[in-house]
Nanobody
Framework: QVQLQESGPGLVKSDQTLSLTCTVS??????????WSWIREAPGKGIEWIGY???????AYSSRLEDRASISRDATKNAFTLQLRAVTPEDSAMYYC?????????????????????WGRGTQVTVSS
């Protein structure tokens, strides 16, 4: 009965830092073998993987966003957070937090070959110019 729920601002100004939090219930983000990712989807584009934090606290990021993205966690709250720096209107998208049970290579995430078995409902983020 795992549930993931995104929270954060729906509107962010250009050059600011976007901060989104995913709160997980029904599963622990620090046990098992799960990988916890942030992905996004914008009109006219497919799903883009941003990065993950796994059960050990190890992080990995898309090569396109690694200079601006950072993922951390708060085990006491069973939640993990995305920070995306220096946002532009190109970062406007629906953002989702998701889970996969075993991980994989970075290219598998970047190429959309990971099977996620739990999704949040998503949160719309608009970046104003």
């Amino acid at each position: 009965q795992v549930q993931l729920q995104e929270s954060g601002p729906g509107l962010v100004k250009s050059d600011q830092t976007l901060s989104l939090t995913c709160t997980v219930s029904g599963d622990s983000i620090t046990t098992g073998n799960n990988y916890w990712s942030w992905i996004r989807e914008a009109p006219g584009k497919g799903i883009e993987w941003i990065g993950y934090i796994n059960f050990r606290g190890t992080t990995a990021y898309s090569s396109r966003l690694e200079d601006r993205a950072s993922i951390s966690r708060d085990a006491t709250k069973n939640a993990f957070t995305l920070q995306l720096r220096a946002v532009t209107p190109e970062d406007s998208a629906m953002y989702y937090c998701v889970r996969d049970p075993k991980g994989g290579y970075n290219f598998e995430y970047e190429w959309g070959r990971i099977e996620y078995n739990a999704w949040g409902r998503g949160t719309q983020v608009t970046v104003s110019s």
